[in-house]
């Protein structure tokens, strides 16, 4: 019985609201690790122009429409549904070269990255539509006329155009933070593994969750895509430097201003500390950690080490550790239990990691491995893009060239020795700026000064040793709520970063003009906006409380009883509160004052509306300032004012800010905070009986 022979899958563009195939048959593209064709792939005929309008007039439109936590919730949704879709994907997966170990940073680190956006977008920013970012700046003596920063959701498309070496993460973690500032996106990935893009996109796209605009990608060439952006749209880049300049200059995005990030190449470092001998734990990690950083989908990784820094001493050391785990690696097809490390994307980028070995070999010598031999458990190495680990060493990397400025993007790293910490972080910043460079020690003082020293010409370090042995992510990971970029030649730009990364796709506005108009864009009452004083707004549920809903208190006089109380209640005796001529001794005081926090205690007492209602519990202050000292004597009286709504999507409750000024009989201000509660959205609660 003959063998049924799998059709490739001619991959096809979703465009302006439908699945689109480029004119002819395409192009093949190949197993990895069998060399067979797996995909077709051409956008020759596609519309992209018209792409790009109809992205910005349908997808942005309704991204708009929604609001912060619409969006987040939106996201959070079909993170879950992906989740559930998993085997698919990495079975797809196989494909690439990439074994399943491999593959989960990709697979579920893409989808762990986007559910990561969508519950830092609920947590730390509000549940509107445009964004109030930083405090209100006084413009005038009066408090007439102020200033506020806002950012809105650019009004074009984000375009993302990806690397080969990971098909999903590096799609997820660039249209998270866009979809979630509210801009549709264009997914762009590399042709190599596009076909797992394209899969995983389809599924997104059937699960009707993304509102129709959102999400659209081009399998195969770009063709004159930004060639039609504009000053609204975004681009971001991943992949070579080379290409990456090429793109950045096209005259569309020089003209008008676009917004471009690239991470590009990079010879990101790895050192070990001069304390961090043979027998340390930090010796056995940073060996370990060279290894894996080496192995890891074939060593095809944008963070992979690939200069391994150590103390002059230890040099063979390092030599024979990591030499005898690369032995033990096995090479071979990647959907193989027994397979550690599979295939890199195509023979012709095995070809070249062979030719960058070539001219590494100027200043460095192969230590293990081979340039030419393969060792495999199972594949066959003329048919699929096969190499073993290859570790060098340079003896003089001070007067070496190549290793500090060719990238060979496989598995391979160069060994090299410094004399002390200012050489090792000479050595690293060789590399003319990397994504991540890596120091492992126990010694506090090489910590500070190696890290010192390497900032800035990195967009990440990592300090590993016994203590976050169980815990670190280590050397090569990415994570959503740090940056990953790095400057000089890794790029200069930042992606991630948490809610950093989300601004990125947003216009950043300052408004001027009076309290009242302010309040009014941002949703945030601000000092002399207007005032609604009628029952007490804890009284009131989220449908009926209104921004600038205010209530003023009684007045409570502070006396020495309240203080000595307070502090032999508290145990808090600081002898400003206790000894009159010790206060009187200090530079503030004229006296003995009251507490800050028996002020902000009395506070509630005063503003506080004690029968059960809407407010369901009190979860912090923000910004707590005690502006004037209060002494024995002194009243105080307190301003509460509705500063911010923030409902929580989905739930029965929101947040509520409310500006605090607590002020003396002077009308001095002695504190001002932000009071947080939650409140029901009504009452009494539908679950209440």
């Not at 519950?119 to 509000?126: D, F, Q, W």
């Not at 129709?212 to 971001?236: K, N, P, R, W, Y």
């Not at 080496?294 to 103390?311: D, F, L, N, S, Y």
């Not at 509460?640 to 002020?663: F, M, Q, S």
């Amino acid at each position: 019985m003959k063998d049924t022979v799998v059709k490739p899958r001619r991959l096809e563009s979703y465009l302006a609201g439908a699945w689109r195939t480029g004119a002819g048959e395409g192009s093949p593209i190949a197993n990895a690790a069998t060399g067979e064709v797996h995909a077709l792939i051409g956008t020759d005929g596609l519309d992209f122009k018209g792409a790009l309008e109809w992205g910005r007039s349908v997808g942005g439109a309704a991204l708009r429409k929604m609001t912060i936590h619409d969006r987040a919730l939106m996201l959070k949704a079909l993170g879950l549904k992906l989740l559930d879709m998993r085997d698919e994907f990495y079975a797809e997966n196989y494909a690439t070269g990439a074994t399943r170990k491999d593959g989960w940073p990709d697979v579920d680190g893409g989808i762990g990255t986007m559910l990561t956006f969508a519950s830092k977008a609920r947590r730390e920013l509000p549940n509107v539509k445009v964004l109030a970012e930083g405090p209100v700046e006084p413009l005038s003596a009066d408090g007439s006329f102020v200033g506020q920063h806002i950012l809105s959701p650019m009004e074009g498309v984000a375009i993302h155009i990806n690397a080969y070496n990971f098909p999903v993460w590096g799609m997820l973690e660039k249209i998270a933070p866009s979809l979630i500032a509210g801009m549709p996106c264009v997914v762009k990935p590399a042709s190599q593994t596009a076909y797992l893009t394209e899969l995983v996109v389809r599924r997104m796209l059937e699960t009707g969750l993304l509102p129709e605009g959102a999400l659209q990608i081009v399998t195969g060439s770009a063709g004159d895509m930004l060639d039609h952006v504009t000053e609204q749209d975004v681009v971001t880049f991943t992949g070579s430097a080379t290409t990456g300049r090429m793109l950045r200059t096209k005259s569309a995005i020089v003209n008008n201003s676009v917004r471009f990030t690239m991470e590009a190449d990079s010879l990101n470092a790895s050192i070990l500390g001069a304390d961090a001998g043979p027998g340390t734990p930090e010796f056995d990690l940073f060996v370990r950690e060279a290894a894996r950083e080496m192995t890891t989908k074939a060593g095809q990784r944008c963070t992979a080490i690939r200069r391994i820094v150590v103390p002059k001493a230890h040099e063979q050391a390092v030599i024979e550790a990591i030499s005898a785990r690369l032995q033990q690696v096995p090479v071979g097809l990647p959907q193989d239990e027994s397979t550690r490390m599979g295939a890199l994307v195509s023979l012709s980028d095995r070809d070249g990691v062979r030719e960058k070995i070539r001219q590494l070999q100027e200043d460095a010598e192969i230590v293990c491995g081979s340039l030419e031999d393969v060792r495999l458990t199972t594949g066959d190495a003329s048919a699929g893009a096969f190499m073993n680990p290859v570790l060098l060493h340079c003896a003089d990397p001070m007067r070496a060239e190549n290793v500090h400025s060719i990238e060979a993007f496989g598995p391979v790293a160069t060994v090299m020795g410094y004399e002390d910490a200012a050489q090792a972080v000479e050595i690293a910043r060789m590399g003319r700026g990397s994504l991540v460079s890596s120091l492992f020690t126990n010694d506090t003082d090489i910590t500070a000064e190696i890290v010192g020293g390497l900032a800035t010409f990195h967009g990440r370090v990592l300090v590993g040793n016994r203590e976050t042995a169980k815990s670190s992510t280590g050397h090569g990971s990415p994570l959503a709520a740090l940056i990953h970029g790095g400057p000089g030649r890794a790029g200069g730009g930042e992606e991630m970063g948490g809610i950093r990364g989300v601004k990125h796709f947003m216009q950043r506005t300052a408004v001027q003009g009076s309290p009242r108009m302010l309040s009014a864009i941002t949703g945030q009452w601000i000092e002399g906006a207007e005032t609604r004083a009628d029952i007490h707004p804890f009284r009131k549920s989220l449908a009926e409380l209104r921004i600038g809903d205010q209530i003023v208190t009684a007045a409570r006089q502070v006396s020495k009883d309240d203080v000595e109380h307070f502090a032999n209640f508290t145990g808090d005796t600081f002898y400003a509160h206790m000894d009159s001529a010790a206060a009187k001794a200090n530079p503030f005081f004229d006296d003995r004052v009251a507490h800050g926090y028996l002020i902000v205690s009395f506070a509630a007492g005063l503003f506080v509306e004690p029968n059960p209602g809407p407010v369901l519990a009190n979860y912090g202050v923000d910004n707590l300032r005690f502006m004037t000292p209060v002494y024995f004597g002194d009243t105080l009286q307190v301003r509460l004012t509705c500063k911010e709504i923030n409902p929580r999507a989905g739930g029965d409750y929101g947040e509520v800010r409310w500006d605090c000024r607590v002020t003396n009989q002077n009308d001095e201000v002695v504190a001002q905070y932000d009071v947080l509660t939650m409140v029901a959205k009504t009452w009494p609660l539908e679950s209440a009986e």
